[in-house]
């Protein structure tokens, strides 16, 4: 999946005061992938990860992200945390 638009993620995350490590933990992934997506050094994640990111962020799904195929997407769950 591919991000919409960096800044409209890390916007609705400072509306709903959600820190990048908290996201991380409810979307299954490290602090650092989040900041990767809110900064726009990476632009894609697996459908997984983008469906927990609009989930804890309290928006329609499809909101932040669309299809995107990219070789980044196998690459994005690498990075787990136990919940």
Same mark, same amino acid.
């Given at each position: 999946?591919?991000? +919409? ?6 916007? !609705? ?6 820190? =990048? %490590?908290?996201? $991380? +933990? !409810?979307?299954?992934?490290?602090? =650092? #992938?989040?900041? =990767?997506?809110?900064? &726009?050094? @990476? ?7 983008? @469906? ?5 962020? &309290?928006?329609?799904? $499809?909101?932040? #992200?669309?299809? $995107? ?10 990075? +787990?945390? %136990?919940?």
């Amino acid at each position: 999946m591919r991000v +919409r638009d960096h800044e409209l993620l890390a916007r !609705y995350m400072a509306d709903r005061d959600m820190s =990048q %490590a908290r996201l $991380g +933990r !409810y979307a299954e992934c490290s602090r =650092q #992938f989040i900041h =990767q997506l809110t900064s &726009g050094a @990476k632009n894609t994640c697996t459908p997984a990860v983008a @469906k927990r990111i609009e989930e804890a962020l &309290g928006v329609l799904e $499809g909101t932040l #992200f669309m299809p $995107g195929d990219s070789s980044e997407t196998r690459m994005d769950s690498t990075v +787990r945390r %136990a919940a």
